[in-house]
């Protein structure tokens, strides 16, 4: 029903600065709420940030707030993720998602892209 392909990962410096994309297809994005996860090596993975439908609520896990930007264009059917001051600790595989409210994408999604990885040098 909805597809999501995630890009803009790669090998960054600490400090470095990437900006995650989602697209999607199948449907248009607008009738989602979408959120970003990832998952390091060794680790389950985490819930990141989470944007609403019409983009007015976003919220962030304590980990990343100051450094990371959720934000959407629905006329491009794309979420993004904004991610400044990199740390190691940041390098994951970053997936989006999908689901029809805030709380179920943020804690269980429905729909969930392949990931992009992103590593993070000391």
């Known amino acids: 029903q909805v597809h999501l392909v995630e890009s803009g990962g790669g090998l960054v410096q600490a400090g470095g600065s990437l900006r995650l994309s989602c697209e999607a297809s199948?449907?248009?994005?607008?009738?989602?709420?979408m959120a970003w996860f990832r998952q390091a090596p060794g680790k389950e993975r985490e819930f990141v940030a989470v944007?609403?439908?019409?983009?007015?609520?976003?919220a962030y896990t304590d980990s990343v707030k100051g450094r990371f930007t959720i934000s959407r264009d629905n006329a491009k059917n794309a979420v993004f993720l904004q991610m400044s001051s990199l740390k190691p600790e940041d390098t994951a595989v970053y997936y989006c998602?999908?689901?029809?409210?805030?709380?179920?994408?943020?804690?269980?999604?429905?729909?969930w892209g392949q990931g992009t990885p992103v590593t993070v040098s000391s």
């Open positions: 998602a999908a689901d029809s409210t805030i709380t179920q994408v943020a804690r269980t999604p429905k729909y």
């Open positions: 199948g449907r248009t994005l607008s009738s989602y709420d």
């Open positions: 944007i609403s439908q019409s983009g007015r609520s976003r």
